[in-house]
């Protein structure tokens, strides 16, 4: 069963997060402080984190830094407010997608269930359809500059040396790998990557260029103006 951890300080909220969640299927761990919350992570990682953004103790953003330092485990984030600063400092911090609170249990679940699918894919990328034949070659290893992408193997290299990939980056990274020089506009990125079948916040596709960038290169992936992005070879 899906592990889950629900780090949530209003009783009310958390109670009412847990059991919809547990109504869809999911094992749900609670905790209602950061601090709390990191105990339970490091003592059973959870198969993904859902955090508020205040907390006492150690508030969400440090705790999703906290968690970032020693595992790549999808984190999505919930914002009372939608406050831009909330958002981008979280987005920042590692996470990997956001919701505003009260959100309807459906569009949460739908959210988790596309996180745990790139975790998915990230860790066993053989489980996936990708319309290749039985028995066919594994795909080649993609270079652009120093970076290497291997996407059978799903590692990163730049310099010859592993990079570190949260899966959402990793996903975001061979979309543009396999449309090289070719301009995908922030709406293409949410649909492909965050599977979003609705006009979403781009601050996510913005934000995880960003930190994607940081760690392969910033001039990998060249901004266009008033369109989106594209990669470099």
Known sequence: MTQLLLVEDDEVIRNTVRMALERYGYEVSVAEDGLTGLELFREQPPDLLLLDVMLPELDGIGLCRRVREFSLVPILMMSA????????????????????????????????????RRASFASDPSAQDDGQPEGAPAPAVLAFGEVEIDPGAMEVRRDGELVSLTPTELRLLLEFASNPGIVLDRRTLLREVWDYAWDGDSRVVDLHVQRLRAKIGAERIETVRGFGYKMRR
């Open 81 to 116: 407010r939608g406050d831009a600063l909330d958002v981008v400092s979280g987005l920042e911090a590692g996470a990997d997608d956001y919701v505003i609170k009260p959100v309807e249990s459906s569009v949460l679940v739908a959210r988790i269930r596309s996180l745990l």
